[in-house]
């Protein structure tokens, strides 16, 4: 996610084949989920058929998904939003919004279901039997989804429907099992394993459709609009609707880019910014995976927000920002997107390699008028301010990049941390190996995990590799021993 004040501080200072072929092989073996859902009155009822495939050495007798949208709920023990957007979030005042889950079945069978976790946020079906390491189970899940009148990434407002987790998501499995995840207000609080996904949405037809997946039918019946998608080996799927929208789109680069936008003076402008960067990321770092991408203009609280193949991107960024909101966002569909990593306990691996794209972005395209130099000098002068003004409040200053969100005293900790310091973890580490070692770590980093998550030492390893002695580096880093 591109959080406004990572923009304002840059700004102000500043085929199938071929496609998938650019990354690793993957796991062969996804889950999968066929979702169909019906939108009206700002309520969302769907069935969800997921195919589970244990891809863990481990056998399985229960499975856990998130319920991300029980978050907006009253008395949720954990809010969604930062105290500091509560008032902007909320321009209609504080309301709320809930999922539900009536029923699991597999076969036909009812399951026994419970609603669980740190804050109801986790359902958790037990399975009449044990699920072997490659074996598969499929259940059907009946779920509603209320929407809270707020300006996130789920819920509506007076110029979109932003429809991010709106179905219950698998959680990702580790070493530890199946991970938790709790919506916390700071950061990207998700965590996924890629799955294939065919979703079915019905909604009013005045609605124009942004999805992550590619549109395979379309119906119309009585003054509703019947589509389905598909997209293979994401992480999530989003839908943003809006009666507003209108699209241009270009497929130069080998994939359809498309931008949906209601305000913008100058969308041919906004679409180039898209087009680049997909054209200089193919370069630099592999090939896009998907055969579609959208860039959505939204009503959001922070800069934008990624999805696999749709990105959100904020209606009420300066113009300055805007563009450069694009290239980061863009980014994360090979950060976090492509590769993934868990965004609750090591944020900074994906948010400073799109930060770090953004310098790679402008230094690349000289007529932007931003330079690596100018933006590198910003950016250490942004983070030292931070040190000095934390130094001054509690006499002490935390740099130690290995905590989770939770471990954060608020947003402007973790992005001076998460985006700031890991932007220029990676420029120290460029001009310490090279650009030849540095370009190549990072092709071969995409190659590797492409579709599988990551760890922080994992992007260490790949390095090394490349003949680099990184491990004390990225360790001083991690540690928060090294002097900026």
């Not at 113009?319 to 965004?343: K, P, R």
Request: hydrophobic share 35%; proline share 2%; glycine share 6%.
């Amino acid at each position: 996610m591109r959080k406004i004040c990572v923009s304002l501080a840059f700004v102000l200072i500043l085929s199938f084949a071929a496609v998938f072929s650019a990354c690793g092989s993957g796991a062969k073996n996804n889950s999968v989920y066929e979702i169909t859902c019906t939108l009206e009155d700002n309520v969302l009822t769907g069935t969800e058929k997921v195919t589970y495939f244990n891809a863990s050495d481990n056998t399985v007798s229960e499975i856990k998904f998130n319920l991300f949208g029980n978050a907006f709920r009253q008395g949720a023990a954990y809010s969604p939003i930062s105290p500091q957007y509560v008032s902007k979030a909320y321009p209609n005042g504080k309301n709320y919004g809930e999922m539900t889950v009536s029923s699991v079945t597999s076969e036909g069978k009812e399951l026994e279901f419970s609603i669980g976790g740190a804050d109801k946020n986790i359902l958790i079906v037990c399975l009449e039997r044990e699920i072997f390491p490659d074996e598969r189970v499929s259940m059907e899940i009946e779920f509603t989804l209320s929407l809270a009148d707020v300006i996130a990434r789920t819920g509506y407002n007076d110029k979109t429907i932003n429809l991010a987790n709106f179905y219950p998501i698998l959680c990702a499995y580790d070493e530890n099992g199946f991970y938790e995840c709790v919506y916390y207000p700071n950061g990207d609080p998700f965590y996924s394993d890629c799955a294939d996904y065919t979703v079915t949405l019905t909604a009013d037809s005045e609605y124009v459709v942004a999805a992550s997946g590619k549109v395979i039918s379309s119906s119309e019946k009585d003054g509703k609009r019947t589509s389905t998608y598909k997209i293979e080996k994401a992480r999530s799927f989003a839908f943003v609707l809006s009666k507003e929208f209108e699209m241009i789109t270009d497929d130069s680069t080998g994939v359809n880019i498309n931008y949906y936008y209601y305000d913008d003076a100058a969308p041919e402008k906004s679409l180039e910014y898209a087009v680049k960067s997909v054209k200089l990321f193919n370069e630099k770092y592999g090939s896009y995976v998907y055969p579609d991408y959208s860039v959505v203009q939204t009503r959001f609280i922070q800069g934008g927000m990624e999805f696999p193949a749709l990105v959100m991107i904020s209606d009420d960024l300066e113009s300055a920002a805007y563009g450069e909101v694009i290239v980061h966002e863009t980014a994360h569909q090979w950060w976090q997107t492509a590769v993934g990593n868990n965004e609750v306990e090591y944020g900074f691996l994906d948010e400073g390699l799109a930060e770090y794209s953004v310098v790679v972005f402008y230094e690349n395209y000289p007529e932007y008028s931003y330079t690596r130099e100018s933006l590198i000098s910003s950016t250490e002068k942004t983070y030292k301010v931070f040190c000095s003004v934390y130094d001054k409040l509690f006499g002490d200053v935390d740099t130690t990049m290995l905590r989770a969100l939770n471990e954060y005293s608020g947003e402007y900790e973790y992005v001076n941390i998460a985006y700031i310091k890991s932007c220029l973890m990676y420029d120290y580490l460029r001009t310490t190996i090279g650009d030849e070692r540095f370009f190549k770590g990072l092709k071969n980093y995409y190659s590797q995990y492409c579709f599988k998550n990551a760890d922080p030492y994992d992007i260490v390893g790949v390095f090394e590799k490349t003949g680099a002695d990184t491990n004390g580096f990225f360790q001083s880093f991690y540690d928060g021993k090294v002097i900026i």
